[in-house]
C-alpha cells in the first residue's frame, strides 16, 4: 500500500500537510493517520477538517480504552459550534468532528500490550534495572488511565466537570491565521525532534514501552481495517512514521 500524495493537497490549508497526515487504501476502506501535537490549535483545526472531508466509520484515538468515556464528555456540546472543547485537546475535537463514527482507543495500557510487553522483555533477558524503570512508567500510564476513568463518572455524575490535566498553552491560539499556526506547530515539532534525537534511549526502558506500544497500534489498526470502511487514526505525530510504515510492510 502506498501514500497517496493527492490527500494533503485536496486541502487548501497548510496546516494539513504530508508531515501530518498519510492516506494508506486498503481493501475495506482507507486508513488516514493524522499526527498531532497535544492541545496545539493547528493539530485541533486539522483533525476537525480532516474528519468533516473524510466522514470515517470509525474514529481511532491515541487514548487507552479506560480513557474515552471522559474525552467523550469532554465533546459533548453542539456539533456546530466552532469553538473547540475546552478539555481533551484534538482528541475530543475529533470525537465532536466525528460523532457517529465508532470510537476507539489504541493506546496502551491494555492486555495486549501487557502481554507483548512481558514477552519482549522474557526474549531480550533486559537487565532488572531496566524491566523495574519499564514497570514503574507503566505504573504511572495505568494510574493516568483510571484517574481519567473516574473522572468521567464524577463529571458525568455531577455538575461538575473534572480534568486530570491543564490544557497545554503555546504561544499561539485558535484566533491565529491557519499560517501562522502551521509556522508555530512545524517549529514546536522540529524542536522537539531536535532535543530527542541528542538523547541515545536504545535499550531504554522508554524505547520498550513505546516500541511496544507503537507495535500495539499497528496490530489494532490492522484489526480494525479487516472490517469494512474507513477510518482515521489520531495519533502523536512522533509515531506517524512508524505507524504508517508499519501498516504498509
Known sequence: MDESPSFPESFDDPRITSQFCRRLPGGAGDLVLVGV?????????????????????TLALEL???????????????????????FGGEMSAAIRAAPDADHV????PNWSFLRE???RLVADRVSPATARNVITSLGG??????????????THATSMTVAPDDPIEYDCTPDDPPERQAEHER??????????????????????RDETREQCMIDRLEAL?????????????????????????
Open 64 to 86: 487507552p480504552p479506560a480513557a474515552l468515556p471522559l474525552y467523550r464528555i469532554y465533546a459533548r456540546g453542539d456539533p456546530d459550534d466552532p469553538t473547540p472543547p475546552r
Open 187 to 208: 517549529s514546536h515539532v522540529a524542536g522537539v525532534q531536535a532535543l530527542l534525537g541528542s538523547v541515545d534511549t536504545d535499550g531504554s526502558a522508554l524505547a520498550y
Open 141 to 154: 500510564a495505568t494510574r493516568e488511565a483510571v484517574a481519567c476513568r473516574v473522572a468521567a463518572t464524577l
Open 105 to 108: 482507543g489504541i493506546d496502551a
Open 37 to 57: 501535537v497535544h492541545d496545539h490549535p493547528a493539530s485541533v483545526a486539522r483533525v476537525e477538517r480532516v474528519l468533516e472531508h473524510v466522514g470515517p466509520d
Open 225 to 249: 481495517r479487516s472490517e469494512p470502511g474507513d477510518i482515521v487514526a489520531v495519533v502523536g505525530v512522533d509515531h506517524l512514521e512508524r505507524l504508517a510504515a508499519g501498516l504498509s510492510a
Open 117 to 119: 510487553l512481558v514477552t
